[in-house]
């Protein structure tokens, strides 16, 4: 089986899956990371170097070899991979997936991203809580169509990651 995780940034995609791969024996695979394995280069210099359409091609062809894996894998998605090309179609229809939402409340994203926004591209240039809240309400409305397609969702505020993790096991 591979488990997709969805989910808008700091929503904890990469550590649920640390989590899960514990408890299910079985690996994880960052798409992010594998995209940059494959091209030997950073998304960030990818998106510079050769522009953000080259980089969503990539993406959707790497997320497309993935999904045919055959052993179990918790399969972690960059926030925007479901929203491009038909990626979030590719999911759903692959055979042997189960996709799960990790849905975060804007507050909690923000409370969580805020101490990490250097190392977040993407809002590194945004100064204060409330310009995140709107850079993250405007995204998770752009998103929210597309997430929702998700097998299932679960609600992460107010949960330890061995609560959520124990939620996903429940579900699957």
């Not at 229809?93 to 993407?122: C, F, G, M, W």
Request: hydrophobic share 40%; aromatic share 8%.
């Amino acid at each position: 089986m591979i488990i997709v995780l969805i989910g808008y940034m700091g929503s904890g995609k990469s550590s649920i899956g640390r989590r899960l791969v514990k408890k299910l024996d079985c690996s994880l695979i960052d798409l992010d990371d594998f995209i940059e394995e494959m091209e030997q280069a950073t998304v960030k210099e990818i998106f510079e170097s050769k522009g953000e359409i080259y980089f969503r091609k990539k993406e959707e062809e790497y997320l497309l070899e993935l999904l045919k894996f055959k052993e179990d894998v918790i399969l972690s998605l960059g926030g925007g991979t479901p929203c491009f090309g038909n990626n979030m179609n590719h999911i759903i229809d692959a055979d042997n997936t189960k996709s799960i939402y990790l849905k975060s409340s804007i507050p909690k994203l923000v409370d969580k991203l805020i101490k990490k926004k250097a190392k977040r591209p993407l809002i590194a240039h945004i100064e204060t809580k409330q310009e995140l809240a709107e850079f993250i309400g405007k995204h998770l409305f752009e998103r929210a169509h597309f997430y929702s397609k998700a097998q299932y969702q679960v609600v992460t505020d107010n949960k330890s990651k061995d609560e959520i993790t124990e939620e996903i096991l429940e579900l699957l």
